[in-house]
């Protein structure tokens, strides 16, 4: 039997407090965006049924905050940086949590630790930023986050709190990601975030609040794609652990990476380059399957002259082994291939053979209505956000660095 999804709105509008006062209890999502949630839960799967009772069945439903901020916008509560609470992050630039409201969040992660839930979706920038710190739901919206749980006290820990949660030391294991003692990869830098063996990590889908929708419609697929992710989670029909990149190869290891490939001629190879367009220089070339992916770097702004091989016939090298494995056989996936395809030859000489699939052309041509950037697209697809967004050392500027978190 699965516990309730856990759903986290933003705070009350009008409507809601109206009943909440009313009723006595709070009464989340109960005007115009509770009508437009049913229509979210139905859509993607999570609720079954016509009433508003049958399609809420399966959840158990709050807010961040249990009151009604001025004019319905959360920052009329948010207070500047000297009346903070310290330990939690800006809402947005100026914009902090006052000392008052602790116990709304307080009392959030209790309603968690009661519901205990395996799936938890937020809606809207404010829902995200009370379980994570984050909150530029733009960019993180239908992408996997984690709320951590303890593995001893078996708590919901507030992500503020977790680096000093030392009073419980593990006495079990399990259920862990990450860091698996046996995964040869595992001193290497992995993509996302790291697992830790005190903490089990529920996972959390952020989407776009419901009244941010009715104003916005043509986000609405967005949110009932992200919605249908939380769902498929929950059924374990999802990746709960990212992929494992390997961004500083050996050539050994991208040998032994093309002996992969080439021991499995049909796994689709996705195909991907960074540039630095001021530079002329491809920075690094991305390759993988659905198993695994290899980053090849070229430039380095940690080495000696930009360079990340130390020698000539070193770089040749990587090339030689990088056109054999464009060279092979297996269909080849790459998003707007086009700026891709005309760099490798310009800077490199290179030409990728095998069938070519442009997920940027297929989305267009599936989905006329929806928007195609690499972000919406990505969002759509993917569970987990690009590995650059984690991880930015090798750009060889600060230039164009600009979007994320603002
Ligand atoms: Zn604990």
Known sequence: MHKPFFLVGEAWGEREEEESLKTGRPSPFVGPSGRLLDVLLRSSGIGVGETREDLRKSCFITNAFNLRPNNNKV?????????????????????????????????????????????????????????????????????????????????????????????????SMGGKRGDEPNNPDAKRPVWGEKGDQKFREIPLIPT????????????????????????????????????????????????????????????????DIETSPEYRAITCIG?????????????????????YWGTVAEEVEALTLLREILNLPN???????????????????????????????????????????LADVASVFLYFPPWKSFWKSRKLSEEGDKEEDK
């Open 75 to 171: 920052e009329n509560i948010l207070v500047e940086k000297k009346f903070g609470y310290p330990g939690i992050p800006a809402f947005k630039p100026g914009k902090y949590l006052p000392e008052a409201l602790l116990p709304e969040w307080l009392r959030l992660y209790s309603e968690l630790n009661s519901v205990n839930p395996e799936v938890i979706i937020t809606f809207g920038n404010s829902a995200l930023w009370s379980l994570t710190g984050q909150s530029a739901i733009r960019t993180r919206h239908g992408y996997t986050h984690f709320v951590k749980k303890c593995v001893s006290c078996e708590k919901f820990i507030p992500f503020w709190l977790v680096s000093t949660h030392a009073g419980c030391l593990a006495t």
């Open 208 to 271: 776009y609040h419901p009244a941010f929708l009715l104003r916005t419609y043509k986000w609405l697929p967005s949110s009932i794609s992200d919605m249908t992710k939380g769902r498929k989670i929950r059924e374990g029909r999802a990746p709960l652990d990212p992929l494992r990149l390997n961004p500083e190869p050996t050539l050994a290891e991208i040998r032994e990476f093309r002996e992969y490939l080439r021991n499995s001629p049909k796994a689709p190879m996705a195909v």
């Open 287 to 307: 390759v993988g399957t659905s198993e695994k992916a290899l980053c090849i770097p070229f430039a380095d702004p940690n080495k000696p002259e930009y360079n």
């Open 331 to 373: 269909p080849k996936v790459l998003h707007n291939s086009p700026y891709d395809l005309i760099w490798l030859r310009a800077i490199f000489g290179l030409e990728i053979k095998g069938p070519l699939i442009d997920t940027m052309v297929a989305h267009a041509s599936t989905y006329q209505e929806l928007p195609h950037s």
